[in-house]
């Protein structure tokens, strides 16, 4: 695979070293601990310091702040091999580009030397606060308020589902800032940093799969913020917000390639050696039409993913379109793939003693989060809409 796919694509020569070292980790490292992560659900603090160790935590930080300057399809590389070998663990890499990202696109030269280094590094984690119990695909339905006194903000409100709130040392929340602004102006990003006085987290949610993520619940009350701990300007939240799934986007479509790459090769090698009707599973046509349907998918939602991030990097003016195709096609092709590899291995597939059960239910949060599957299509159809918009329209 890794000969067809170098050429395929024309990675670099350091995309292919990242990619090859990347793979060594997640087989012989990470592999080792997916079905204990998953069982136990404890965050997994020794793959996060394994990554920082190898700096794939700072990948896709500027090296002016102790980053490796990776573009994003060297990121998405890194996160689609962790996630072929255990999506929880590919979320700390994915994570830490999510909540970092308003900070390195919106922020001031002060917040991105005082926060970045020790996030480059590992040092620290960040979360990503967007979501509420009321708004979830409609961001403008926030209710969490920042409320601006003299040289601070008090913020007040609460945040749902935030991957690694719990544990992150920083967060970037999304609260509104003026409530009779117009529909996409009411936001404002800020980060706050844990210990902040009447910031917590909450309950910690019980998950269909990825159970080694901690998704949790944020409270704020009353929390005072300095006013230079805002992002961007007042009113900017939700363009930053937007901003950031674009780039960030690709990166859960990765996982998702990772993952379907992961279930393939698992389900691949199982129709080698079970023996049915006398001869290996994999002789037998409709298992065959299985499996090739299953690469295709694959190799199909890959292609759509390096496109993205490559069209993302250029600075495409579609770029928002390119990220929520890849994201939709890749998400959807993760969720068939390892459901069939389920198929594929029968009766054993519905069993724990074999990774594509849980391969199979991880791979349904990348329908779901970063945006649903049907808000990628209203994004897509919008941008292709604007297209054929008579002018003046
Ligand atoms: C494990 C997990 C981790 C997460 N991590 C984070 C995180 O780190 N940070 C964060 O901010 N959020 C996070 N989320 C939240 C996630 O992004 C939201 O769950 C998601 O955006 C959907 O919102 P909702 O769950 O409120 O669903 P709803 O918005 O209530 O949607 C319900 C259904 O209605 C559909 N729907 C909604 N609006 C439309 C529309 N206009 N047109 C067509 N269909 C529509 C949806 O597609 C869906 O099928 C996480 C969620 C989960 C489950």
């Not at 009411?186 to 799969?209: D, I, N, Q």
């Not at 998400?331 to 724990?352: I, K, N, P, W």
Request: with cysteine; glycine share 10%.
């Amino acid at each position: 695979m890794t000969t067809s796919t170098t050429a395929a694509y024309r990675l670099t020569e350091e995309q292919v070293l990242l990619r090859e070292t990347v793979r060594a980790l997640a087989e012989e490292r990470i592999a080792p601990r997916a079905a204990e992560i998953d069982r136990s659900g404890d965050f997994p603090w020794d793959i996060k310091e394994l990554l920082a160790a190898h700096d794939v935590l700072g990948l896709g930080f500027p090296e002016a702040h102790g980053g490796v300057g990776g573009d994003l399809l060297t990121v998405c590389l890194a996160i689609e091999e962790i996630a072929r070998a255990c999506v929880t663990s590919s979320l700390i890499l994915a994570v830490q580009e999510l909540g970092s990202l308003p900070i390195r696109l919106a922020g001031s030269d002060d917040q991105r030397a005082r926060w970045l280094p020790d996030l480059a590094a590992g040092r620290s984690l960040i979360a990503f606060a967007l979501t509420e119990a009321g708004a979830g695909s409609d961001p403008a339905a926030t209710r969490t308020r920042a409320t601006r006194d003299g040289a601070e903000y008090v913020l007040d409100g609460s945040k749902r589902f935030i991957t690694h709130g719990g544990i992150a040392d920083l967060v970037t929340v999304f609260a509104v800032t003026d409530p009779d602004a117009t529909r996409h102006r009411t936001l404002s990003c800020f980060v706050v940093e844990r210990g902040t006085p009447g910031f917590s987290a909450g309950r910690l949610e019980h998950k269909m799969g990825i159970r080694g993520s901690p998704t949790a619940e944020l409270l704020f009350d009353g929390v005072r913020l300095p006013a230079e701990n805002r992002v961007g300007d007042e009113g900017e939240g939700f363009a930053i917000a937007m901003r950031t799934f674009e780039r960030s986007r690709p990166g859960i479509a990765a996982q998702a390639v990772g993952l379907a790459q992961g279930a393939l090769d698992v389900a691949a090698r199982y129709a080698s050696e079970r023996l049915q009707f006398g001869k290996p599973i994999g002789e037998l046509q409709m298992v065959q039409a299985l499996l090739a349907d299953m690469d295709a998918a694959t190799e199909a939602a890959r292609a759509l993913t390096y496109a993205a991030c490559r069209a993302v990097d250029a600075g495409a003016a579609d770029a928002g379109r390119w990220a929520a195709v890849a994201k939709l096609v890749a998400g959807d092709a993760a969720m068939r793939v390892t459901t069939d590899a389920v198929q594929v291995l029968g009766g054993y597939g519905f069993l724990e003693e074999f990774p594509v059960e849980r391969m199979m239910r991880d791979a349904k949060i990348t329908q779901l989060y970063e945006g649903t599957q049907q808000i990628q299509r209203l994004v897509v159809a919008r941008s292709l809409l604007r297209r054929f918009r008579p002018p003046g329209g």
